[in-house]
């Protein structure tokens, strides 16, 4: 069962680092934009995925194609997809072994969400970090000593 627990939400997004913002959009007016913009501002490192913008630039970082595209580790996948894609996208994230699916607002799929469940990952599904963030009294992320 999909995790909705204050404390439980608390927890995750205070031990995650990096997101792979899974359906990053370059404009500006969409919900994925501004959700990376503020998770970018309260310290998080965020990796935007699409395939339409693989390799470019999007709020400083570059533009992946897929979860298989990642160079690096991430603690979350924080999907904005339509719900017939979240099957293969967790489906990924299991094989990857990324620790988090984050499904947003409006974004719903319980099969997918059993199975990455299933696999031993956090699932958190129709909900949106950016309102969870305040509601919840979030800290911002602290930086790595340099």
């Known amino acids: ?6 404390e439980q939400l608390r927890q995750i997004l205070q031990s995650i680092r990096t997101i792979a913002l899974v359906g990053a959009s370059e404009k500006t007016h ?4 501004g959700v990376m913009a ?7 490192r965020v990796i935007p995925v699409n395939p339409r913008l693989a390799g470019q630039t999007l709020l ?9 595209s990642l160079s690096e580790p991430v603690d979350m996948a924080d999907l904005f997809v339509n719900s ?3 099957g293969a996208v967790v489906d990924k994230a299991i094989e990857k072994g990324i620790p988090v699916v984050w499904l947003q607002e409006g974004v719903i ?7 990455a469940e299933a696999a031993g990952l956090s699932v958190v ?3 949106c970090p950016k309102r969870e963030i305040p509601r919840l ?3 911002l992320v602290p930086h790595p000593a340099s």
């Open 84 to 86: 017939e894609r979240v």
């Open 1 to 6: 069962m999909p995790l909705n627990n204050p």
């Open 60 to 68: 400083g970082e570059t533009v992946v194609a897929d979860l298989d």
């Open 109 to 115: 799929d319980e099969e997918a969400a059993a199975r």
């Open 125 to 127: 599904m129709d909900r």
């Open 137 to 139: 009294g979030i800290p």
């Open 30 to 33: 969409r919900p994925s934009h």
């Open 38 to 44: 503020y998770l970018q501002g309260r310290g998080y």
